[in-house]
């Protein structure tokens, strides 16, 4: 998960993840991931969240679905 910057040419301002391998122990089959993101005080309204899966050594592809994000003040 990235939050980046649209007036400063996208930047990232800060990022942040799961390492499937430290919670996913049995491949080929959904298994429910979750994480609680504190995101930076210096986050505004105007900036993006980006979400995406990155596995870079896979010789499979990895699925996501039934995101949720919850805002929680």
Same mark, same amino acid.
């Given at each position: 998960?990235?939050?980046?910057?649209?007036?400063?040419?996208?930047?990232?301002?800060?990022? $942040? =993840?799961? *390492?499937?391998?430290?919670?996913?122990? $049995?491949? +080929?089959? %959904?298994t +429910?991931?979750? +994480?609680?993101?504190v995101?930076?005080?210096?986050?505004?309204?105007?900036?993006?969240? +980006?979400?995406?899966? %990155?596995?870079? =050594? *896979?010789?499979?592809?990895?699925?996501? $679905? $039934?995101?949720?994000?919850?805002?929680?003040?």
């Amino acid at each position: 998960m990235q939050v980046i910057d649209p007036d400063k040419n996208n930047e990232p301002i800060f990022s $942040d =993840g799961v *390492a499937l391998a430290d919670v996913v122990k $049995d491949y +080929k089959q %959904w298994t +429910k991931v979750s +994480k609680e993101i504190v995101l930076p005080p210096n986050a505004t309204y105007n900036q993006r969240i +980006k979400v995406f899966l %990155w596995r870079s =050594g *896979a010789a499979s592809p990895v699925y996501l $679905d $039934d995101l949720t994000i919850k805002v929680l003040e």
